[in-house]
């Protein structure tokens, strides 16, 4: 290990390894000597950094739940309607999970821990994603284009279905997916969801 | 000199990509050269505005944030 790196490439070096044994085991499954074995240094090196586990772990925390997707692209490169930005999202979405499943896991383990931070994943990587989903769901259905259905719950179903595929794919590798992408899973995902909504938005 | 706004759009409350859309959607009511205006709360919405115009090749004439209020400018092209 490199006893000479500057701060910022210390810190930074500090919360990579920090993500991938939180992500792995949890916050209560490791501790802070481990994480400090793991990069080769002592404790103290560490407590230079961040004045304790927690507050290691809420930047781990903090670094992985404030990313945030632009959708810019989604909205400036097809078209308007529902299915195709709900298709185009979801993909930069699943690209960006896909690159880093690691998110996955802390996501989970900060919601099932009542961690304060939990809910910075929520505010800035699915609320723009699952307000999308529930806005759009309610003008379609004043427009009678849908079924009169609770949106908010449609929009929490749709990301309940997108985490299953990604959990599949992403973590637990499950055999029943294999022989399917990610990408044909999703597409599969969306076509159902826009059938049990009952979209009637091309007639 | 003060911009003649043309339309505006109350994206308040709405994170992205629902501003972008529905600014979209208004920017293809204007006449080339009209100008609309956007009211978000979205802190996002600044970098994503930008993106937008530059993309669009529509010219962002102002972007301000008053008390957690973000105003922006969007003139078509003449």
């Known amino acids: 290990m490199n006893k000479r790196m500057k701060a910022p ?42 004045d304790s586990k927690e507050i290691l772990y809420e930047s781990v925390l903090n670094e992985i739940g404030c990313q945030r997707e632009s959708y810019v692209d989604v909205v400036v490169t097809g078209p308007d309607d529902f299915p195709s930005v709900l298709a185009r999202m979801t993909m930069v979405y699943a690209d960006s999970v896909i690159a880093d499943p690691d998110y996955l896991r802390m996501e989970m383990q900060a919601m099932l821990e009542g961690a304060l931070m939990a809910q910075r994943f ?82 | 000199m003060m911009n003649t706004i043309n339309l505006e759009l109350d994206a308040r409350g709405l994170n992205c990509p629902l501003p972008i859309l529905r600014a979209k959607k208004s920017m293809s009511q204007l006449d080339n050269g009209q100008t609309l205006k956007i009211l978000a709360t979205d802190p996002g919405s600044v970098k994503d505005f930008e993106s937008f115009c530059k993309q669009t090749g529509n010219e962002l004439l102002q972007s301000e944030e008053n008390n957690g209020e973000f105003v922006f400018l969007i003139k078509k092209p003449d």
Not at chain 1, 12 to 27: E, P, W
Not at chain 1, 34 to 45: D, N, Q, T, Y
């Open chain 1, 9 to 50: 490439e210390r810190r930074a070096s500090i919360l990579a390894v920090a993500k991938v044994l939180f992500a792995d085991r949890g916050y209560h499954g490791v501790s802070v000597d481990e994480i400090a074995k793991r990069l080769g240094v002592s404790p103290a090196v560490l407590y230079q950094h961040f």
């Open chain 1, 122 to 203: 929520f505010e800035s990587r699915w609320k723009s994603f699952s307000d999308f989903i529930e806005v759009s769901l309610n003008e379609l259905a004043q427009a009678g284009k849908v079924n009169q259905i609770n949106p908010r719950l449609a929009s929490l179903m749709f990301q309940g279905m997108l985490r299953e595929v990604l959990y599949a794919k992403c973590i637990y590798h499950s055999e029943h997916y294999r022989d399917l992408s990610a990408k044909t899973l999703l597409e599969q995902l969306i076509q159902q969801f826009l059938i049990t909504i009952n979209y009637q938005g091309h007639s």
